[in-house]
């Protein structure tokens, strides 16, 4: 489990997160939803050591690792699949692949083994594996990165928006390989702008709103439509 | 005729050494998206300490050879440190400002310390000229093209085929997706300065070897020599680094021949210009295969 308390981050003298706690339980999709600006970004990349928190802590099974460097925090296991499908897009497919197992460069067998699994995955990928990553549809890239994402063996793996920018079609898509995920018991912090997708397969969602957590439940114990409300346009004024 | 075709094998010889200190250049700014412009002076304290070392113990161009490699390395560890890791990785002008502020320092520094300031440099093994249809092939040209051949294909294994060139090739490719695959991207970025500066330091002792002689202005003459290269080739791809050098060799041996030496850095600085504005790509944008472009 990943328990995250009182992350403080700032860009300057602004403050994008003031204060964010929440809990990413072992095994299902905890989801976090929130409008534009609210800090989601900046808290995936806070948790990947990219950004610096303020204050804080982070643990991962009591273990602190809040400070711990972008490739310390991959090595315990939490893994990034950025927003906007950050691939490399002059390696090839392959290359792009037996990167994200940079992490475990010491066991060949392990990784030539995984490479078979991710491309089995997503045989479009094996049709596209000496293909440069940048000439890759939107869909194909975040297959790519998530396959990337996958060769870490993670223990938890963070996504940002991957339906960022993407058809509506390949969204759900996307959407059911993020939920194959989940069944085969992967754990997964899912951070999203498409709430109505997202509800529909999170097990425990998180609302962030001006970088504080506001409303955390389940999806089946609220009303999805308040919720995809705030998501998307912010709390409303108090009336 | 003839005359073009031996100018063309001087010059091959001469940018082959132009080659290497592109790709050294290149491999620094490719990795970190910074210009280091005190790349040449970092050798050339490296050359001047293989003349010293020479001087002290006769070592030879094998001893000068060994204290070549350390002395660039360590300078260029020095200028790492302080223009690269302590400066934050977005402010490219402030490194590139520092690196001319170290490159101000350490030209200073060796003509301090060797106020004779041109300094004698071990030449190359005598080695017999080949000809062949009329055309000579200089014995210290054939050295030269060995051991730049031999470095190219080395660097061409390193970055193509181990596990640090993926690792450097990722970096170069994009920072961020890098650091979230778990590259260490200031170790790799390290490495890869140390790995820039042996390139240079193997184009910098070709070339005192073949002068016999280096001066503090090495440095200068260098960092030009690399960049005028690098950029004719195109920014940061190593193939282009490669053509750039071997097309300024040409360039600069076919001018010194038909117009003269004083017209030989007009000609140069003329085609530097006339590939900015009409191949902005550099020689290697010509062919775009995307696969190399950054590194």
């Not at chain 1, 806070?46 to 273990?63: F, N």
């Not at chain 1, 702008?193 to 504080?212: I, P, S, T």
Request: overall charge neutral; aromatic content about 8%; hydrophobic content about 50%.
């Amino acid at each position: 489990m990943l328990e995250i308390a009182d992350i403080k981050t700032s860009y300057g003298k602004i403050a994008a997160l003031k204060g964010v706690s929440l809990d990413i339980h072992d095994g299902g999709l905890t989801c976090l939803l929130g409008p534009n600006g609210a800090g989601k970004t900046t808290l995936i990349w806070t948790i990947a050591g990219i950004l610096k928190a303020q204050a804080g802590s982070m643990k991962i099974d009591s273990e602190e690792i809040l400070g711990l460097k972008p490739h310390q925090i991959v090595s315990k296991g939490i893994v990034t699949v950025p927003e906007n499908r950050l691939v490399f897009p002059d390696m090839s497919v392959r290359d792009n692949l037996i990167a994200g197992a940079f992490s475990r460069r010491k066991e060949k067998g392990g990784i030539e083994g995984d490479l078979e699994d991710v491309l089995t995955r997503f045989p479009r990928l094996r049709e596209r594996s000496e293909q440069m990553a940048g000439t890759l549809s939107g869909g194909e890239q975040q297959m790519l990165a998530v396959g990337r994402a996958l060769m870490a063996r993670p223990k938890i793996l963070l996504m940002d928006e991957p339906s960022t920018g993407l058809a509506p079609i390949i969204v759900e898509e996307i959407f059911e390989i993020i939920g194959g995920l989940r069944d085969e018991g992967r754990t997964i912090f899912l951070v999203e702008q498409n709430a109505h997708m997202a509800l529909k397969y999170a097990d425990r969602f998180y609302l962030l709103e001006q970088g504080r957590v506001t409303f955390s439940g389940e999806p089946g114990a609220v009303d999805h439509d308040e919720v995809i409300q705030r998501a998307y346009l912010g709390a409303r004024k108090a009336s | 005729m003839l005359d073009l075709a031996q100018n063309t094998m001087d010059g091959i010889a001469a940018g082959s050494a132009y080659a290497l200190l592109a790709i050294g250049f290149t491999l620094i700014f490719g990795v970190m998206r910074r210009l280091n412009i005190a790349f040449g002076p970092s050798i050339m304290v490296g050359v001047f300490l293989g003349a010293w070392v020479n001087a002290q113990w006769s070592a030879g161009l094998i001893g000068a050879t060994i204290a070549t490699f350390a002395g660039a390395l360590v300078a260029s560890i020095y200028v790492e440190r302080l223009s690269f890791a302590a400066i934050r990785g977005d402010a490219a002008l402030a490194s590139m400002a520092s690196s001319f502020a170290l490159w101000m320092q350490l030209e200073q520094g060796v003509a301090l310390a060797f106020p004779g300031r041109t300094t004698a440099f071990p030449t190359l093994p005598p080695l017999l000229d080949v000809q062949f249809v009329g055309l000579i092939l200089h014995g210290d040209d054939i050295l030269v093209l060995t051991v730049a051949g031999i470095a190219l294909f080395l660097l061409h294994r390193l970055i193509y085929r181990s596990h640090f060139g993926l690792e450097m090739r990722a970096l170069a490719d994009s920072a961020e997706a890098a650091a979230v695959s778990r590259v260490n991207t200031k170790r790799v970025a390290f490495l890869t300065f140390c790995l820039a500066a042996l390139i240079g330091a193997v184009a910098g002792l070709l070339i005192a070897a073949t002068d016999g002689q280096v001066s503090p202005k090495f440095g200068l003459w260098a960092t030009i020599k690399g960049l005028v290269a690098m950029m004719i080739g195109g920014l940061g791809s190593l193939r282009g680094a490669l053509l750039g050098g071997l097309a300024l060799g040409i360039v600069e041996a076919q001018a010194q021949w038909y117009l003269g030496a004083a017209a030989r850095e007009i000609v140069v600085f003329g085609l530097l210009f006339l590939c900015l504005i009409a191949l902005p790509g550099g020689l290697a944008g010509m062919r775009e295969t995307g696969a190399e472009r950054k590194l």
